[in-house]
């Protein structure tokens, strides 16, 4: 299984300049690839566990640790969408 | 008006015929109405405890000092003084601390870091008492130099406010503090080549000033703090969990510890998504042993409430001769205040997200200044972008003479196209909504001497989060629906609406309810015009496990197997007609020998937000002697997915394009050299009133959103957001000159016209 990871630019220090990724073998969930990105980029897991919410196949989900990513899933880390 | 468009997930589906529904679509009348007309609502304000205490605001006449010394010796002498406190009652914080920002904006620690900052609190048996012992305690300041403007933050000259923020977002990561706190980046393809495809590129610089939300209800509190260590509060917001939460950690206790009572609320547009005087007044209250009410005085709003951000803007746009954009670039800056915001990001991403636009680079800036830490207002960030890029479409239009409505039609987003972040739009409603506008006799209607017509878009992509709701069934048939969402915007009315609609009972029948934090479980803030969709979609399925409830109920009252119980019309029905139907009154009747009470609660996290999209249609009379602008007609086309109670969805569009036309027109900040601000009142700070504005004529449509069970999309922020540049492009039809630093007061207007010296920053070119 591979998903793409999308990285905005104040994750970007922490991924050596690198906007997207393709992951293989991510694990099941959200929570799986983000430690299995920390891996990959020492100090992006704090930081992407700090708040930040994603868009998952085009759903933003603001708490999305426990979503499954499946084969060919696109993920974006975005800041936590707010509003008025 | 509303105009209907059904259809199914996919648009290349055929149109399906809209659901018919009993409840939902309707407009009864508001189940708090009454209370509301008749004044009998209780708002924040209008709480009173026997044996409460008055509580005031000490605030800084600086907008940036050292606090050298705080002297209260005096103050807790004077008659009637129970209790006076500063930063040092509270948790300490340090930078880097999650609660740091909101701790030092509550009350001052070390600095004061802008006018009107809060730097101690004192509570007394009056209100006069308490203002005369706020005139006595003694601040020693030393004044620092403030940063007052964005060109002075984005300065490296200028030393930064905060020693310890760094751009987050720089590559490389920066070594020097800055008070850009945020950098934010999107790009797609290639844009220099995008633009040498371009047959017209135009190029245009803007400014906005911070408005504030406006709200008429100004902040307030009470607080009991009890002998127990608990507390209970009753204020006015937009979440009262959130203020539960906020006031806890400020104050370093337990969430059990605190009891907040929702207050209605007049009036929040994002400026009561955070808490100000809450943890004051706990104090307060904790250390005197009674009560105390704060309420802020009108200039405490506009000086230390709010406001949304200021601005600026340069936007470049790219088309082929047959209107067809081919690149854009944007590169914004915004003004949060004193603190770090999420303005920036939200800019970035809605600067272009209207349009089918294949190569861009957005550069968005946030920078922080020594003014009122910024706060959500409607939509953030989107009225500032779409006030850029709308006008350079409109010209855009305008060079290569073709109609803008048309030249949105031919660039707007549809299902499927990749939005900013990279996604693919679902089923929107924005090409319905241009076309609504087109069809509309306003948009073919004469205009008179000195009168131009502007047209603007605007999205907002909403959001879904946590909301719960119980519904209990009463003895006689009637329910109670208690949700936690404050009824800001009519919401008891269409949580009503969805439950008669699930239950098949009358709207009347049922009694919205807002719950307090011990009464109903937990949800989140009313923001992102979330509540009808994520809090409505809690009712919903919480009735929905009533009905199965009642069907069971029944099927044992019938002596069938549950299976053979059909839910219709309220009653619950024998599949194979032998037994008669069963009204939801005669299933309640009998719950005590079926099982017991009917409560069932639904929480969720809501997902599946539809994105909604608006078009305004504006036109103006200038009057070329004195530069005033008189808006003259106004109509609002918005897609509300389904309107829940149509009324109150046309209320959120006529009010958002109220809001919207005062932030174009009269409403800034205004401050001095010093960085205090010379228009803290209603009088000098002036918003629209019923009789500058027309009848804006709301157009309601409706392209249900797939995701939820009645196709709501949030209706309560995408209409401030088109406004801005709807004015500024009927300003340009009628006077010849475009305007693009805002407000367009007489005095600017004015100034365009005989010196029409606002296209000197700018750019247009022709390839080829």
């Known amino acids: 299984m591979t998903v793409r990871v999308h990285f905005s630019s104040d994750l970007r220090r922490l991924t050596g300049g690198l906007t997207e990724v393709e992951v293989a073998d991510p694990g099941a969930t959200v929570k799986a690839l983000v430690a299995n990105l920390d891996g990959r980029f020492p100090g992006l897991g704090e930081r992407l566990s700090a708040g930040t919410a994603v868009m998952l196949d085009g759903e933003v989900i603001a708490h999305p640790d426990y979503e499954p990513v499946a084969d060919g899933s696109e993920v974006y880390f975005i800041h936590q969408p707010s509003g008025g | 008006m509303t105009v209907t468009e059904s259809r199914p997930e996919s648009s290349s589906e055929p149109p399906a015929a809209r659901p018919r529904y009993r409840f939902v679509g309707t407009r009864p009348v508001r189940h708090d109405g009454l209370d509301k007309v008749t004044g009998r609502a209780r708002f924040a304000a209008d709480c009173d405890l026997p044996g409460q205490l008055a509580g005031c605001v000490v605030r800084s006449p600086h907008a940036h000092a050292r606090i050298i010394s705080i002297d209260t010796g005096e103050a807790e002498a004077m008659p009637g003084v129970k209790a006076v406190i500063s930063g040092g009652d509270f948790p300490a914080v340090a930078p880097g601390d999650p609660n740091y920002d909101m701790g030092v904006n509550l009350m001052a620690r070390d600095r004061v870091l802008y006018e009107g900052h809060a730097v101690a609190a004192v509570a007394a048996l009056t209100t006069d008492q308490a203002r005369?012992?706020?005139?006595?305690?003694?601040?020693?300041?030393?004044?620092?130099?403030?940063?007052?403007?964005?060109?002075?933050?984005?300065?490296?000259?200028?030393?930064?406010?905060?020693?310890?923020?760094?751009?987050?977002?720089?590559?490389?990561?920066?070594?020097?503090?800055?008070?850009?706190?945020?950098?934010?980046?999107?790009?797609?393809?290639?844009?220099?080549?995008?633009?040498?495809?371009?047959?017209?590129?135009?190029?245009?610089?803007?400014?906005?000033?911070?408005v504030h939300q406006g709200y008429i209800e100004p902040h307030a509190v009470t607080a009991d703090a009890s002998q127990d260590g608990k507390a209970t509060v009753w204020c006015s917001s937009q979440g009262h969990f959130n203020v539960r939460a906020q006031t806890a950690a400020m104050l370093g206790w337990e969430t059990a510890r605190i009891k907040v009572v929702p207050a209605e609320i007049g009036g929040g547009f994002g400026g009561k998504t955070t808490i100000y005087l809450e943890p004051l007044a706990v104090l307060?209250?904790?250390?005197?042993?009674?009560?105390?009410?704060?309420?802020?005085?009108?200039?405490?709003?506009?000086?230390?409430?709010?406001?949304?951000?200021?601005?600026?803007?340069?936007?470049?746009?790219?088309?082929?001769s047959d209107g067809t954009l081919t690149a854009g670039k944007a590169q914004m800056a915004y003004s949060s205040g004193v603190f770090p915001s999420y303005a920036a990001f939200l800019g970035a991403w809605t600067v272009f997200e209207s349009y089918d636009i294949a190569d861009f680079e957005v550069e968005a800036r946030n920078v922080v200044l020594n003014t009122p830490r910024s706060a959500a207002y409607r939509a953030p960030s989107a009225p500032m972008s779409a006030l850029a890029t709308e006008t350079v479409v409109d010209e855009l239009a305008q060079a290569l003479g073709i109609d803008p409505i048309e030249m949105r039609l031919r660039n707007a987003v549809s299902e499927g196209a990749i939005n900013t972040l990279g996604a693919p739009f679902p089923r929107v409603g924005f090409t319905e909504c241009l076309e609504a506008i087109r069809d509309h006799p306003h948009y073919g209607a004469p205009l008179g001497p000195n009168q131009g017509r502007g047209v603007a878009a605007g999205h907002w992509f909403n959001i879904g989060e946590s909301s719960s709701a119980t519904v209990n069934?009463?003895?006689?048939?009637?329910?109670?629906?208690?949700?936690?969402?404050?009824?800001?915007?009519?919401?008891?009315?269409?949580?009503?609406?969805?439950?008669?609609?699930?239950?098949?009972?009358?709207?009347?029948?049922?009694?919205?309810?807002?719950?307090?934090?011990?009464?109903?479980?937990?949800?989140?803030?009313?923001?992102?015009?979330?509540?009808?969709?994520?809090?409505?979609?809690?009712?919903?399925?919480?009735?929905?496990?009533?009905?199965?409830?009642?069907?069971?109920?029944?099927?044992?009252?019938?002596?069938?197997?549950?299976?053979?119980?059909?839910?219709?019309?309220?009653?619950?029905?024998?599949?194979?007609?032998?037994?008669?139907?069963?009204?939801?009154?005669?299933?309640?009747?009998?719950?005590?020998?079926?099982g017991g009470p009917i409560t069932v609660t639904g929480s969720l996290d809501a997902k599946g937000v539809g994105p909604s999209f608006a078009v305004h249609l504006c036109d103006v009379e200038v009057d070329p002697e004195t530069g005033v602008v008189q808006v003259v007609r106004y109509t609002a086309a918005q897609d509300a997915g389904t309107a829940i109670h149509p009324s109150y969805v046309?209320?959120?569009?006529?009010?958002?394009?109220?809001?919207?036309?005062?932030?174009?027109?009269?409403?800034?900040?205004?401050?001095?050299?010093?960085?205090?601000?010379?228009?803290?009142?209603?009088?000098?700070?002036?918003?629209?009133?019923?009789?500058?504005?027309?009848?804006?004529?709301?157009?309601?449509?409706?392209?249900?959103?797939?995701?939820?069970?009645?196709?709501?999309?949030?209706?309560?922020?995408?209409?401030?957001?088109?406004?801005?540049?709807?004015?500024?492009?009927?300003?340009?039809?009628?006077?010849?000159r475009r305007i693009r630093d805002l407000p367009m007061s007489p005095v600017r207007v004015l100034d365009a016209i005989v010196n029409s010296g606002s296209d000197s920053t700018d750019s247009s070119s022709s390839n080829g």
């Open chain 2, 473 to 594: 069934l009463n003895e006689d048939g009637t329910a109670t629906v208690v949700t936690g969402s404050p009824d800001i915007g009519g919401s008891r009315a269409s949580m009503a609406l969805m439950a008669a609609e699930e239950l098949g009972i009358d709207v009347y029948d049922i009694t919205p309810v807002v719950g307090d934090t011990e009464s109903v479980g937990f949800t989140d803030i009313t923001e992102g015009s979330r509540a009808t969709f994520a809090t409505g979609m809690a009712v919903v399925e919480a009735c929905r496990r009533v009905v199965a409830d009642l069907r069971g109920r029944a099927a044992k009252m019938m002596g069938v197997d549950v299976s053979e119980v059909d839910w219709a019309d309220g009653s619950a029905v024998h599949a194979g007609g032998e037994h008669d139907p069963l009204p939801l009154a005669a299933i309640t009747a009998e719950a005590k020998k079926t």
């Open chain 2, 284 to 320: 307060l209250s904790a250390k005197a042993g009674r009560p105390v009410k704060m309420v802020m005085t009108r200039s405490e709003v506009f000086r230390a409430t709010g406001p949304a951000p200021g601005s600026k803007f340069r936007v470049k746009l790219g088309a082929r």
């Open chain 2, 650 to 736: 046309e209320g959120q569009i006529q009010g958002g394009a109220a809001q919207g036309i005062g932030w174009a027109l009269n409403e800034e900040y205004i401050y001095d050299g010093d960085g205090v601000m010379e228009n803290p009142g209603f009088l000098d700070y002036r918003v629209p009133v019923a009789s500058d504005l027309p009848m804006i004529d709301a157009v309601i449509v409706e392209v249900p959103n797939p995701n939820h069970p009645y196709g709501v999309r949030g209706v309560g922020e995408t209409s401030i957001i088109p406004p801005l540049a709807a004015v500024a492009n009927a300003v340009a039809a009628a006077t010849g």
């Open chain 2, 132 to 210: 005369a012992a706020a005139a006595a305690v003694r601040v020693e300041y030393e004044p620092l130099p403030p940063v007052l403007t964005i060109d002075a933050a984005l300065d490296p000259a200028v030393g930064a406010i905060h020693a310890h923020m760094f751009t987050s977002g720089a590559d490389p990561a920066p070594t020097e503090p800055s008070n850009v706190s945020q950098l934010t980046n999107f790009a797609r393809g290639d844009t220099e080549a995008g633009f040498a495809a371009a047959d017209v590129v135009i190029e245009r610089e803007f400014t906005t000033q911070p």
